[in-house]
């Protein structure tokens, strides 16, 4: 059975970038629709972006332009780049093959000066 583990997260002031990074084993990434979610305390999850095997992206209106999700097939990993992050950005964020209904343990972004 697959698995896909985040990492990448942290503490960055406002304005400042991170990449997270989606690692998949056990399946071939660029063969699913992968998503990015995240959650901030007190907060329903959210959608964030999804990205099709063909390379195709769509976001939601709150990071577009800012964020961008992309893939390394050869390193079997989904990328998020978040860009201009802003103290609305911090959260628990998750990637997830689209159609799953399990959860890893997500990458915690924390944005403070």
């Known amino acids: 059975q697959g698995q896909l583990v985040e990492s990448g997260g942290g503490l960055v002031q406002p304005g400042g970038s991170l990449r997270l990074s989606c690692a998949a084993s056990g399946f071939p990434l660029g063969e699913e629709i992968i998503t990015w979610h995240r959650q901030a305390p007190g907060e329903a999850r959210e959608w964030i972006a999804t990205?099709?095997?063909?390379?195709?992206?769509i976001y939601t209106p709150s990071v577009k332009g800012r964020f961008t999700i992309s893939r390394d097939d050869a390193k079997n990993t989904v990328y998020l780049q978040l860009n201009s992050l802003k103290p609305e950005d911090a959260a628990m964020y998750y990637c997830q093959e689209a159609g799953s209904t399990t959860w890893g343990q997500g990458t915690q972004v924390t944005v403070s000066s």
């Open positions: 990205l099709w095997p063909g390379g195709a992206t």
